[in-house]
């Protein structure tokens, strides 16, 4: 079994949409990036790429690459998912949390977990999402910009 960790932070602009997740969150703001900017699959390929010894997704997936301009993150995930398969691998289980102060997530969670774990050929009881905030601490707190954490286990495909 191999584990690995992901952390990403986005900031929240005006006229983005929020994806969450491969999700559409109706929302005020959205996150700034040149992908769609999906900071809770940007934190997920990372832990997955890191549990692989894959390096992480800027290496894979430079923001200078034009062709990533504006790319589903959820397309991004089923890159990495072929690289782990070439590298013989699977995903065990994996957990994230988004650290948002608004808006709520849990109502979009079921759908965030569906896309994951269509996406990654995994079952749902394989994937879990968590939403916290911080108390109106902080970068995220203020609303300034979200940030996530995953971590996952890897297996080999026998
Ligand atoms: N953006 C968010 C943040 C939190 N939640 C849910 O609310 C619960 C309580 O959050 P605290 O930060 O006050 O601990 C949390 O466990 C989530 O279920 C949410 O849906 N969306
Ligand atoms: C996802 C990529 C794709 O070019 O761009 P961004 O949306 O800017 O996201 P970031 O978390 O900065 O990771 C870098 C890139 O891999």
Redesign the pocket.
């Known amino acids: 079994m191999r584990i690995g960790i992901g952390y990403d932070v986005h900031k929240l602009v005006p006229g983005r949409s929020l994806i969450l997740g491969g999700v559409a969150i109706p929302w005020e703001q959205g996150l700034l990036g040149h992908s769609d900017a999906d900071v809770l699959i940007h934190a997920i390929m990372d832990a997955l790429l890191g549990a692989a010894a894959l390096g992480d997704i800027g290496r894979h997936f430079p923001d200078s690459d034009a062709r990533y301009k504006g790319i589903s993150s959820l397309e991004l995930l089923a890159r990495v998912k072929e690289k782990l398969g070439s590298a013989n691998y699977e995903v065990n289980n994996l957990d994230a949390v988004?650290v948002?102060?608004?808006?709520?997530?849990?109502?979009y969670?079921p759908a965030m977990r569906e896309n994951l774990a269509r996406v990654l050929g995994t079952e749902l009881e394989n994937i879990n999402v968590?939403?916290?905030?911080?108390?109106n601490l902080g970068f995220a707190g203020r609303g300034e910009g979200m940030g996530a954490y995953a971590v996952c286990t890897l297996r080999k495909i026998s």
């Open positions: 988004v948002a102060q608004a808006p709520k997530l849990a109502s969670i968590k939403a916290t905030t911080t108390e």
